[in-house]
Nanobody, 125 residues
Framework: QVQLQESGPGLVKPSQTLSLTCTVS??????????WSWIRQPPGKGLEWMGV???????YYSPSLKSRTSISRDTSKNQFTLQLSSVTPEDTAVYYC?????????????????WGQGTQVTVSS
């Protein structure tokens, strides 16, 4: 049974860097041909794919967020992390980590086969 669990602060101040960690169990990040994504959903809006780290360690980012986003992994802990810099209140959202068998975009985000439960992050002073 593959499980993903997001963790991190629920409140971040504007201009700071948001950092979230996804801990994976039941699967090993660097094995198998899977992609490990971060996805978010602002209040009242749809799901937005942010970026991904692949089984080989390659990273791909949404063009709209590329300048502020970094995804990395710690294979010894079977975790991958999201860093989003220079946050504003518009970055307030529920943040999800997810696994997919292929690269996904916002349009194909539902192709992810395993999701974390999501974590609320609010950007406010």
């Amino acid at each position: 049974q593959v499980q993903l669990q997001e963790s991190g602060p629920g409140l971040v101040k504007p201009s700071q860097t948001l950092s979230l960690t996804c801990t994976v169990s039941g699967a090993s990040i660097p094995t198998g041909y899977y992609y490990w994504s971060w996805i978010r959903q602002p209040p009242g809006k749809g799901l937005e794919w942010m970026g991904v780290i692949s089984y080989s360690g390659s990273t791909y980012y949404s063009p709209s967020l590329k300048s502020r986003t970094s995804i990395s992994r710690d294979t010894s802990k079977n975790q991958f992390t999201l860093q989003l810099s220079s946050v504003t209140p518009e970055d307030t959202a529920v943040y999800y980590c997810a696994r997919s068998p292929r690269l996904i975009t916002t349009a194909t985000v539902r192709d992810a086969d395993y999701w974390g439960q999501g974590t609320q992050v609010t950007v406010s002073s």
